[in-house]
């Protein structure tokens, strides 16, 4: 049964936050202000095998680049009260082509296309990418009941600096208060305000790349079709 906040409300109710549980990409969020900001290695996180890694080298390897992951595990919490490992979630996201490892080591992902088939195949969550997302359609988007993984700077975690550069992260950004201000889960929020944030849609969208994943909550059966068209990237 899907949590109170996924009902559709009343006519001329405004439709609730949902309530989704903060997961950050690193095992322990009181590390990522050192890891972000003091050159901390992640891998020296004592907590890193609760993220399901085999070793801390892989933990390291790919903690930096587990943003979508965390996303798509809040987004499992919050339906299903349970979900998988951080990186049980990386493993099936890439043998669905969701990551890509370069000859020299490189990262390429999250990669939108395959990770929608993987949301949707494996685990029953109908994903859509928009490649090209506008304000008002995020909006619409999220006044419609979706949760939206968004591509945004990194640097959302201190709003009140100007970004050199959109997108290259991903949030979670789960509805609209009253006053039309986007709330979001940051996986790489180093305090709390930082990871369940709130700012105005105009200052979102400074940080915004215009792209993102919108995620239906509702049951969908696995002939549900995911976006199949476009391979953007976080």
Not at 87 to 109: M, N, P, S
Not at 185 to 214: M, Y
Request: aromatic share 6%.
């Amino acid at each position: 049964m899907l949590p109170p906040c996924c009902d559709e409300p009343a006519p001329g109710v405004p439709r609730p936050v949902h309530d989704v549980p903060v997961v950050t990409q690193y095992a322990s969020p009181e590390l990522v202000f050192a890891i972000a900001y003091e050159g901390h290695d992640p891998g020296a996180d004592p907590g890193w095998a609760v993220s399901g890694a085999a070793s801390q080298e892989e933990y390291r390897t790919w903690s930096r680049h587990l943003c979508g992951m965390a996303c798509l595990r809040m987004a499992l919490l919050h339906r299903d009260g349970h979900a998988p490992t951080l990186f049980d979630l990386l493993a099936g996201a890439r043998q669905y082509g969701g990551y890509i490892v370069e000859e020299d080591r490189t990262i390429k992902g999250l990669i939108y296309g395959p990770f929608a088939h993987y949301a949707q195949g494996v685990h029953g969550l109908a994903a859509t990418v928009r490649p090209q997302l506008t304000m008002d359609e995020l909006t619409g988007l999220l006044d419609g009941g979706r949760l939206v993984m968004a591509s945004v700077a990194k640097g959302i975690r201190v709003p009140h600096e100007d970004p050199p550069r959109r997108g290259g992260h991903l949030v979670l950004v789960r509805g609209r208060t009253p006053e039309g201000n986007l709330v979001f889960n940051n996986p790489s929020g180093h305090t709390q305000v930082a990871r369940e944030a709130t700012l105005s849609a105009d200052r979102f969208a400074d940080f915004f790349a215009g792209r993102g994943i919108a995620l239906d909550l509702r049951p969908r059966t696995p002939s549900s079709a995911a976006d199949r068209t476009a391979p953007a990237s976080r």
